[in-house]
């Protein structure tokens, strides 16, 4: 048994969120002692998950910019009780790690391991900033990100994280995307799990999908299950997007239905999922809806092409791209039941083999205990 512990900023509704606290509970179940740290406690969604199995959350709520009595607090935690391994998930949260181990003496500190959750885009640049802040994560054992082409991002910019950098992907439990329930519409859709914002690409889609129908008389039904952002640039985007659909007859082809408490119901009966993003890690949309048993069109971002080029369960198109995002559609439209079905298996097989919870968190436990030897070799 090893005493572990994992810090994260708070224990809030995000997808980061959510896979720490599943982790942490399945650390637990494998007999380890797991103490939770957080800094801002009013943010508490998944707090409820970690009392159910009797993981104690230690809280140092944030004051002021630089949250000093955070770092603080951690040093005292991580001095006092000797912990195993030490793992944060996100940047702030790694700095407060990184910072109150680099004052513990080499042979008292645990195990450190940071998972990056950072999104680059394309063009990103690292600001001085940003480079320096990097420099902290000297301090790891190990530096984790959960897809292959964010690790070789990483190493393009750091090539001395290349010995510490490993992909590991996000675990999901099969029950999320096992819905019970009457399907939303009574017809064929593709599915869309994603917040409605710019860097989404929903605006782009949409443009698509309006020329998929205007060359070809004929568009698939989306539902687009999430947030639409309050703020005016994107409602307005909104507005115009289904002013246009109803303008031409085919209001119902896209529709926006908000965030959805039973979204495994709509897995459950789509007939495809549909991810646009140009800005992502490895979305859980996407494994969720693999593990639905779900083909895929999906942007050419993250690990997306390794994924479908080593599956055969879907489409590539390119997210900057209109008529690319178009002929993604009409390989959709015109493909036979036969091959849907085909990738459909395929989808289910490939979240199995590389998304389940158990394989995660058996490698955060190898991680965090120092028997990480094999599962580095992977890279």
């Known amino acids: 048994m090893a005493k572990i512990l994992l ?60 949250g000093i009595s955070v770092f603080w607090r951690l040093y005292r ?15 702030s949260p790694s700095l407060y790690l990184e910072m109150a181990v680099a004052l513990i003496p080499r042979r008292q500190r645990p195990r ?56 590991v992907y996000n675990g999901i439990e099969p029950s999320v995307a096992q819905g019970q329930g009457q399907a939303p519409i009574d017809k064929p859709y593709l599915l ?46 909104v507005a115009e997007i289904q002013q246009r659909f109803e303008q031409r007859g085919i209001a119902d082809r896209l529709q926006f239905v908000g965030e959805q408490s039973d979204v495994a119901r709509y897995y459950q009966h789509a007939s495809a999922l549909v991810h646009p993003s140009r800005l992502e890690g490895f979305s859980n949309a996407v494994v969720e809806g693999m593990m639905a048993g ?36 009409r390989h959709f439209q015109t493909c036979d039941a036969q091959t849907l079905q085909h990738m459909a298996s395929n989808s289910h097989e490939a979240a199995v083999a590389l998304f389940s919870f158990d394989k995660a968190t058996e490698q955060y436990e190898a991680l965090l205990t120092g028997q990480s030897g094999e599962l580095c070799s992977e890279r």
């Open 7 to 66: 810090i994260i900023d708070s224990l809030g509704s995000g997808g980061a969120q959510r896979q720490l606290v599943t982790i942490a509970r399945g650390l637990k179940a494998r007999g380890h002692e797991v103490t939770f740290f957080t800094y801002f406690p009013q943010y508490d969604h998944f707090l409820g998950w970690l009392r159910e199995v009797n993981i104690p959350v230690v809280s140092q709520p944030k004051k002021g910019s630089l």
């Open 77 to 91: 935690l991580i001095k006092q009780e000797r912990f195993d391994g030490a793992m944060a998930f996100m940047q």
């Open 112 to 167: 450190v391991v940071f998972s990056d959750r950072t999104t680059f885009a394309e063009d990103f640049r690292p600001s001085f900033g940003f480079i320096l802040r990097q420099q902290l994560h000297r301090y790891c054992d190990v530096i984790t990100a959960n897809s292959h082409a964010h690790c070789d991002k990483l190493q393009s910019m750091f090539p001395w994280m290349k010995q510490k950098l490993l992909p």
């Open 192 to 237: 869309s799990v994603s917040r409605v914002i710019g860097y989404k690409n929903f605006q782009r889609f949409a443009d698509a999908m309006l020329r998929c129908f205007e060359t070809f008389g004929d568009v698939p039904t989306v539902i687009w299950v999430g947030r639409v952002f309050p703020i005016p640039e994107v409602e307005k985007a």
């Open 294 to 329: 779900l083909p895929l069109l999906l942007g050419n971002i993250s690990d997306h092409q390794r994924i479908v080029q080593t599956y055969q369960n879907g489409w590539i198109f390119d997210v900057d791209n209109t008529d690319s995002m178009v002929d993604a559609l």
